[in-house]
């Protein structure tokens, strides 16, 4: 029963991160930026729910409220900044977004206090197999609402005329460009899409979890990982990785100890990339 | 040329001028007595650093207003420089610096936070400047012979001693089963040491032994060995976020234990963000304004609660109150060495032994204050739903009973 827990436990808080594992690896794919502040656009958007929390609006309205917002923050900060950067190589790109993360982080210091706040949604709690296994209804709640978001996004690229704009901007900028694709306003949009995203995991993490200010960091390593493990441009394979690190992670928790949680799930990732790499030369030996 | 070289003079004379004129203000000058410190105005620790400013401000104007400080038949007015460290340590010990050696003050106010203090402590004790801190707990603080540091809180180590033997007690005096989740940074796992200790004296077991990462967000999976390993005791320690997190999830797993002890409860405000999931949890705190502590200045805990108030717009922290308690203790340092002289300062701090409205000050000589029990309150609502802390141990203070065990999730 205990790995039937933390089985779930994991897949839950997987989907969570798999979607801002999603907004990222759809921007990096697309303008080739690594996002060093997606952790705190994450945590914007779980202010946006908490202060509809505040106001008394159930803090579940953030996940139709926080995006929206979240959306012309993403588009104004690329006519800001991310426009000036995007052409150039990827350490400048990280540089700018670093800058940005910083900002963001004293803004909300300012802005909202320093104290760890949360939005309590007063779902309840799902008991399975004769109570043995516990699941609070948010978490289920916020996997479902990450499922749901997700499957739109992929059906909204495969079917609208921006997605496929922004597909074809993905595969080769310029010869989308001659074929009179406004790639501007493809890149706008695309970083507005993966603020959006952010903002809806935001909600939903005020609701699961905590926020504050600082707390961002975690949020951009995370999905950094999932993206590096699922390889870029492989939409399903950063739902399938989110979901694997999201287990992986609660059975080191429960077999070695919290203390290497996070050391065990950087582990992995080594492995991941030496493995991939000897994979990459045995390739390379058969061509020969 | 003439009248540039006449600009430059002026210039450099204005410059010196004022250069000494700051030296001079800032150390004993008139009738003035000027403290230095640096709090966490902005960053992540800057609400309890507006608390520890407001406590000390508080202090000051109550001091100055009942009569001041009385040294050599004088009577002087404590004041003090804040600058803002930013949460940031590196800026801590900067700010020391610059407080010593370019505003020339000649005693100190401690930061916020143990981190902050373990920053400065060098730099005060490198110019032999001795600092009254209130806010820095850390064992570690009080172990390396520093001479010129003195806190008026009790070390982090005995935080949650008294939730492991008051647990023993209620067992009939047999040894319990511990579950604890401790934060890895200087404080929890200092609190930790301290449950160690305690569990060894009373012949407990520690049966779940969890470090939590300082990104802790999630500690599901200790839950779930707490609900299969059924201990007596649960103990977490992770500041604010650790307090939140905590609560949040034992009450969405429906986890049962019969006591759960925590600290930082005060600052997350569990009872406001948390309401009725709140109820029964234990917290370890310097300070509750019910305990019957008496001084001259504030009263005790009841007047200093309401003072505050009127004062500030929110009732006080125990951040706030051991604060103010500071400067309480400089003043009495003073009159009893009669004399700025650094060193003599120093001696009478560490000769001090007195009671203030937050408690018996009497210093070890590392520095910590060991007359001053912790106090545990328990989150206790009403059938309307409002939560309170009281009270429960050390009996000594009690204003409520403990509830023990704590009722089950299906019963509640």
């Not at chain 1, 594992?21 to 303008?31: D, F, I």
């Not at chain 2, 992540?44 to 040294?71: E, L």
Request: charged letters at 20%; glycine letters at 8%; a positive charge.
């Amino acid at each position: 029963m205990i790995s039937v827990q933390a089985c779930l436990d994991g897949i839950l808080l997987g989907i969570l991160f798999a979607l801002i594992a999603y907004g990222m690896a759809l921007q990096w794919g697309v303008m080739n930026i690594i996002n060093i502040a997606q952790g705190d656009l994450v945590i914007l958007g779980g202010y946006i729910a908490y202060f509809m929390y505040l106001y008394g609006i159930h803090p579940a309205w953030g996940v139709i409220v926080s995006p929206i917002i979240m959306y012309f923050v993403g588009v104004g900060l690329y006519k800001l900044v991310i426009n000036k950067v995007v052409d150039r190589d990827l350490f400048i790109s990280i540089l700018a977004t670093f800058g940005i993360s910083i900002l963001f982080m004293q803004l909300m210091n300012f802005a909202f206090g320093a104290d760890v706040v949360l939005a309590n949604s007063g779902y309840g709690t799902t008991f399975l197999f004769d109570s043995n296994v516990v699941l609070p209804n948010s978490k289920i709640f916020s996997a479902f609402v990450s499922i749901i978001f997700a499957i739109c996004l992929v059906i909204y690229m495969k079917t609208s005329k921006l997605g496929r704009a922004i597909r074809a901007t993905a595969q080769n900028a310029r010869a989308a460009k001659i074929l009179g694709v406004d790639t501007e306003k493809v890149y706008a949009a695309t970083f507005g899409i993966n603020a959006a995203l952010c903002g809806v995991a935001g909600a939903l993490i005020s609701i699961t979890f905590t926020i504050h200010p600082y707390m961002g960091l975690p949020y951009t390593i995370r999905s950094f990982m999932i993206v590096i493990v699922a390889g870029l441009g492989n939409l399903p394979g950063v739902a399938i990785s989110g979901m694997g690190l999201g287990v992986f992670e609660e059975f080191a928790d429960y077999i070695l100890g919290t203390e290497f949680r996070i050391g065990s799930v950087f582990l992995l990732l080594v492995l991941i990339l030496v493995y991939r790499r000897f994979k990459l030369s045995k390739k390379r030996e058969y061509l020969k | 040329m003439k009248i540039r070289n006449f600009i430059i003079t002026f210039v450099s004379a204005i410059a010196l001028l004022l250069s000494t004129a700051t030296i001079s203000f800032a150390k004993v000058v008139g009738d003035k007595i000027v403290l230095g410190a640096a709090v966490s105005l902005t960053g992540k620790y800057s609400s309890n650093g507006v608390h520890t400013q407001n406590g000390y401000n508080m202090a000051v104007d109550r001091i100055n207003s009942m009569g001041g400080i009385k040294v050599g038949g004088k009577t002087y007015k404590f004041e003090i420089i804040y600058y803002d460290d930013e949460s940031n340590p590196k800026r801590a010990a900067q700010l020391a610096e610059r407080l010593i050696s370019q505003d020339g003050v000649e005693f100190m106010l401690g930061p916020y936070s143990s981190g902050l203090t373990k920053a400065m402590a060098p730099v005060t004790e490198k110019y032999g400047v001795p600092m009254v801190e209130a806010n820095g707990a850390s064992r570690s603080l009080f172990t390396k012979g520093y001479k010129y540091l003195f806190a008026v809180l009790a070390p982090a180590n005995l935080y949650l001693d008294v939730a492991i033997r008051t647990a023993v007690e209620l067992n009939g005096g047999k040894g319990v089963k511990i579950a604890q989740a401790f934060e890895q940074d200087a404080f929890s796992q200092d609190v930790r040491l301290g449950i160690l200790d305690a569990a060894k004296d009373t012949g407990s077991e520690i049966i779940i032994d969890d470090k939590l990462p300082k990104e802790l967000n999630d500690m599901a999976a200790t839950l779930v060995k707490v609900k299969q390993m059924k201990p007596d005791v649960l103990v977490v320690s992770g500041h604010t976020k650790g307090a939140l997190t905590a609560i949040r999830q034992i009450s969405e797993m429906k986890v049962d234990v019969p006591m759960l002890a925590m600290t930082h409860c005060d600052a997350a405000k569990l009872s406001k963000q948390h309401g009725k999931n709140a109820q029964y949890a234990l917290c370890a705190s310097q300070w509750h304004k019910t305990l019957t502590y008496k001084d001259k200045w504030f009263k005790d805990g009841m007047t200093y609660d309401a003072d505050f108030n009127k004062m500030f717009g929110y009732a006080p922290p125990y951040q706030a109150a051991e604060s103010s308690a500071a400067l309480l203790v400089f003043k009495d340092a003073f009159e009893r060495a009669n004399s700025f002289d650094q060193k003599k300062v120093r001696d009478a701090l560490a000769a001090t032994d007195m009671q203030t409205f937050y408690g018996n000050i009497k210093f070890a000589p590392g520095g910590q204050n060991v007359s001053k029990p912790m106090v545990l309150f328990q989150v206790i609502c009403d059938s309307s739903g409002k939560c309170e802390n009281k009270v429960v141990a050390p009996l000594k203070w009690a204003s409520a009973k403990l509830i023990h065990p704590v009722p089950k999730w299906s019963e509640r």
